[in-house]
């Protein structure tokens, strides 16, 4: 894929935040987090830990000198590797087949995110997550935030009890770096394949098929409401079909994936057991999604949009899943036959990528 200077200089940003002291660790939190990879991430962790064990062992000037001076020199050698990573990071982004985000789009994305920033301000870090969760379908953000703020409001009521306000604020301070974290985590978090439903092209052919359904069921408006031999109303019928089908096609598609491989990796190598699991977890979700549209359809006794729009995210979901085994077939295919030449970081990128959006629907069930 081609991709623009403007692109490029974008998607790199992030090695900035390694010249920040305190937070030079969030860079590879942040893009460990959003790609997919778990060394980046442990990477961006280890960073911040001097830092914080500096910040708690203050009231021993010579111990929390020592860990300054290992955080000081640690933040050096996070500069220098977010350069090279980025340089790996820019290498795979221009051999993906993801299409970029619009100038637009990362604007409002940018906007979306900016209250991350609540959770820098000591006293008030938890308030972000709290936001997050009141203003979103998944409330354990809401929960999260209020158990940041616990600490500090504790820490105040007791302040005539040195020992109890002391080991509260010592818990506050180290889940003010956990909210940072998990700010970044959350606003980094990939969106879900469905989360925006128009630009995906199958939404055009739901639309229509959808429109024929209620058409043909016109006719039959009195019995609606009705339940008929499979347990499912007439306009919702489509949908039943549309499951039966990729039911149908799944574990044909899996079991092409994980011959090949397989043949590509032979067990018991680590990237062969890292493949495979990356294909579990896409079979865990892909039967979660199934079995959850057949318990819309059971549960239905009448016609809704609201209804209808949670079948086509359904579909659309389990279409994206599938489509993703074929694309990893068909590069592990390319892969095996080109052996000799061919380098594996396209696959392991490709199979990152895979992980990434069957996790991101999972992570908004």
Known sequence: MTRTIFQKITSSLWVLISFIPLFNGLGFVYIGNKYGNANWFAE???YEI???????????????????????????????????????????LNHSNVIDKSFEEKINDVVDSLWVMISFIPILNGVGLIYKGKTTPNKSWFTEGLVYELPWILGFITWGIQPVRSIAFEVALI??????????????????IYGNRVEIPEEAEFKVKSKETKEE????????????????????????????????????????ALELIEKRFAPPQLTYTRFKGVVDDSHETFYSQLNAGYKILDLSTEYSTKVEDELKN???VLNSIIKGLDKLSAELVLNISQIDTESDDDIKYLFDEFKRATRSVSAYE
């Open 217 to 256: 069921n016109k006719s039959e408006k009195e019995s609606v409401g009705v339940k008929i031999e499979e347990g499912t109303i007439p306009a919702f019928q489509f949908y039943r079909k549309q499951f039966k089908e990729l039911e149908d096609l799944y574990p044909q598609k899996e079991k092409n």
């Open 175 to 192: 889940f003010y770096f956990a909210s940072i974290i998990r700010s970044v985590m959350v606003a980094s978090e990939p969106k879900p």
């Open 314 to 316: 359904k579909v659309i």
């Open 50 to 92: 001097p830092w914080l064990l500096g910040l708690m062992s203050m009231s021993n000037f010579g111990v929390a000198t020592v860990f300054f001076i290992i955080a000081s020199l640690a933040s050096y050698v996070s500069i220098i590797r977010s350069i090279m990573v980025d340089f790996k990071l820019q290498k795979q």
């Open 44 to 46: 961006g962790i280890l």
